[in-house]
């Protein structure tokens, strides 16, 4: 690495000047702004023009511009110094002494550190070997502080999947698999389902002035858990204490107990239970199955009844022969739906679904190698994607998307319940409306015509503030409704969409006069339109 360009003054009989040094090899030219803030701060004149020419043509050998024609005095050689933010580095930048001028000794430069307060980590090497072959106007690090070593946070090693995927694959041949959802993460008595990464504490630092430097704190986590779970003596390690289904819900742990049966029919009769449930077969028509968890069916349910405060999967499909209904807190996924009422807190998932009432908090998909929504109404909070709906025969076929079916049904529910509050404070007005009449003509009013009018108005006033108040209710889900459909709610239709398909997106409805192929359905303005899949 060659020596940088540097500058020093020249003083003579006829004045001062300053010589230009050019940089040998690959070293840097003298910088015009280093050399006007050297010659300002000890008050020589600058011509920043002239500088810079000079500059620019000490290419080879050394250039000398003149300054001005006083008598000067002898420069000693001079050290710049810059710390660093974090004040672990200190940096030099040295300028040549003028002819008579002082050159700083090794001694010189370590006290003067010393005096600005640098007194760890001089590098007494750096300042010897800069000593000996002088570099001017090129930046040395004179002192370095012991970097602090920060810590690393303790983390907590989830030994079970703690985000099953619920919703089923497509395989190579475009049917969907039903049969690997690993919904249940089974675990056994005694387990390890996690385990507790201990914090690596951090070590001070120390920077250049020789104070301590603390490392940033670190976090110890601590394992929160539910049910039929227990900690190690040792705090590193949470346990199960049953066999059962083992989930992660946000950061805690929860154990729930699984119970296993083959059919669900007349050899069980209905089944209440407070975990998961997981049947192996099938259910039959007119029993019921109720979870606080999950419920698995491998087999095929037939006119029953499911509910799980979790999920509802079906290995094989539901025909529920105009009786069966599901109910899941979260999400429903089966193969078909036929004939049944669904209802799900989450997203529903199906190969077909037929002649069926369908609703879900979310979405509803219905792929695979059939994909086909066929007659009944199916209703959804934010999408609706499936390969065909409606039939070529015209089946009544209702599909709506965009809009809350808790918020719609509960809207339903607040229209009536003011209508019958209007009804009565209309039909309390016209009689209190006669009473004031009479008392401002005059009238006597005897004892139980008061008290019957002190009722009424207090009557009046109690159905007309609920009124009042139901009436905000309304506005706030309405509100709520529009809010939550405006930018999600659409209808994809991958292959044909049939007429005499009603679609109702928010608050719009379209009749399908002619079919539609890929497709989605989106809600502008008043009108739904019908656009391009992609």
């Known amino acids: 690495m060659g020596k940088n360009g540097y500058f020093r003054i020249r003083l003579t009989g006829s004045g001062r000047f300053v010589e230009i040094f050019p940089p040998e090899k690959d070293g840097e030219a003298v910088d015009v702004n280093e050399l006007k803030e050297y010659l300002s701060a000890r008050n020589y004149p600058v011509d920043v023009v002239k500088l810079k020419s000079t500059i620019d043509s000490a290419k080879d050998e050394m250039k000398v511009a003149k300054l001005d024609t006083s008598k000067g005095y002898p420069e000693g050689e001079a050290m710049e110094l810059t710390v660093s933010d974090d004040l672990m ?319 719609k049904k509960k809207l339903h529910t607040l229209d009536g319940d003011i209508s019958r509050l209007k009804k009565a404070v209309d039909q309390i007005e016209p009689v209190l409306a006669a009473y004031s009449q009479r008392l401002k003509k005059g009238e006597k009013l005897s004892e139980d015509q008061l008290n019957q009018m002190k009722q009424l108005s207090a009557k009046y006033k109690a159905l007309s503030g609920a009124l009042e108040k139901e009436e905000k209710v309304r506005e706030a889900c309405q509100e709520k409704l529009k809010a939550a459909g405006e930018n999600s709610a659409v209808v994809k239709v991958s292959g044909e969409a049939y007429a005499g398909t009603v679609i109702t997106i928010l608050n719009a409805t379209k009749e399908l006069k002619t079919p539609a192929q890929h497709s989605r359905f989106v809600k502008e303005g008043a009108d739904i339109r019908i656009k391009a899949l992609y």
Do not use: W
């Open 89 to 407: 580095k200190a940096y030099a930048r040295f300028y040549a002494p003028s002819e008579g001028g002082n050159e700083l000794t090794e001694a010189e430069i370590i006290n003067d550190l010393k005096v600005k307060g640098i007194v760890f980590g001089v590098m007494t090497d750096t300042i010897a070997s800069y000593i000996a072959n002088r570099d001017y106007c090129r930046t040395l690090l004179v002192a370095q502080g012991e970097e602090v070593k920060q810590g690393v946070n303790g983390s907590i090693e989830y030994l079970f999947n703690t985000k099953p995927d619920t919703k089923p694959a497509l395989n190579p041949d475009g049917t969907v698999d039903f049969r690997n959802l690993n919904v249940l993460n089974p675990c056994t008595e005694g387990q390890v389902l996690a385990r507790l990464i201990p914090p690596v504490y951090g070590e001070d630092g120390t920077d250049i002035y020789g104070k301590s430097v603390k490392p940033r704190d670190v976090y110890t986590p601590s394992f929160k858990s539910g049910n039929s779970t227990e900690i190690s003596e040792d705090g590193l390690e949470l346990r199960s204490l049953v066999n059962g289904n083992v989930t992660l819900v946000e950061d805690t742990v929860f154990v729930k107990d699984v119970y296993d049966v083959e059919d669900v029919g007349t050899a069980t009769g209905n089944i209440d239970y407070k975990g998961d449930v997981r049947v192996k077969g099938s259910v039959g028509s007119g029993f019921s199955v109720k979870a606080s968890g999950t419920v698995e069916v491998q087999g095929v349910v037939e006119g029953s009844y499911i509910e799980a405060g979790e999920d509802i999967v079906i290995g094989r499909g539901m025909n529920g022969m105009g009786k069966g209904e599901l109910k899941a807190g979260r999400n429903i996924i089966a193969k078909f739906f036929e004939n049944a009422r669904v209802t799900a807190g989450g997203f529903v998932h199906a190969e077909a679904i037929i002649n069926s009432e369908v609703v879900a908090k979310t979405d509803i998909e219905v792929n695979g190698k059939k994909g086909n929504i066929t007659g009944g109404r199916v209703h959804a909070a934010k999408s609706i994607e499936a390969k065909s709906i409606g039939s070529e025969m015209g089946v009544e076929t209702h599909i709506e998307a965009g809009s809350d079916p808790e918020l």
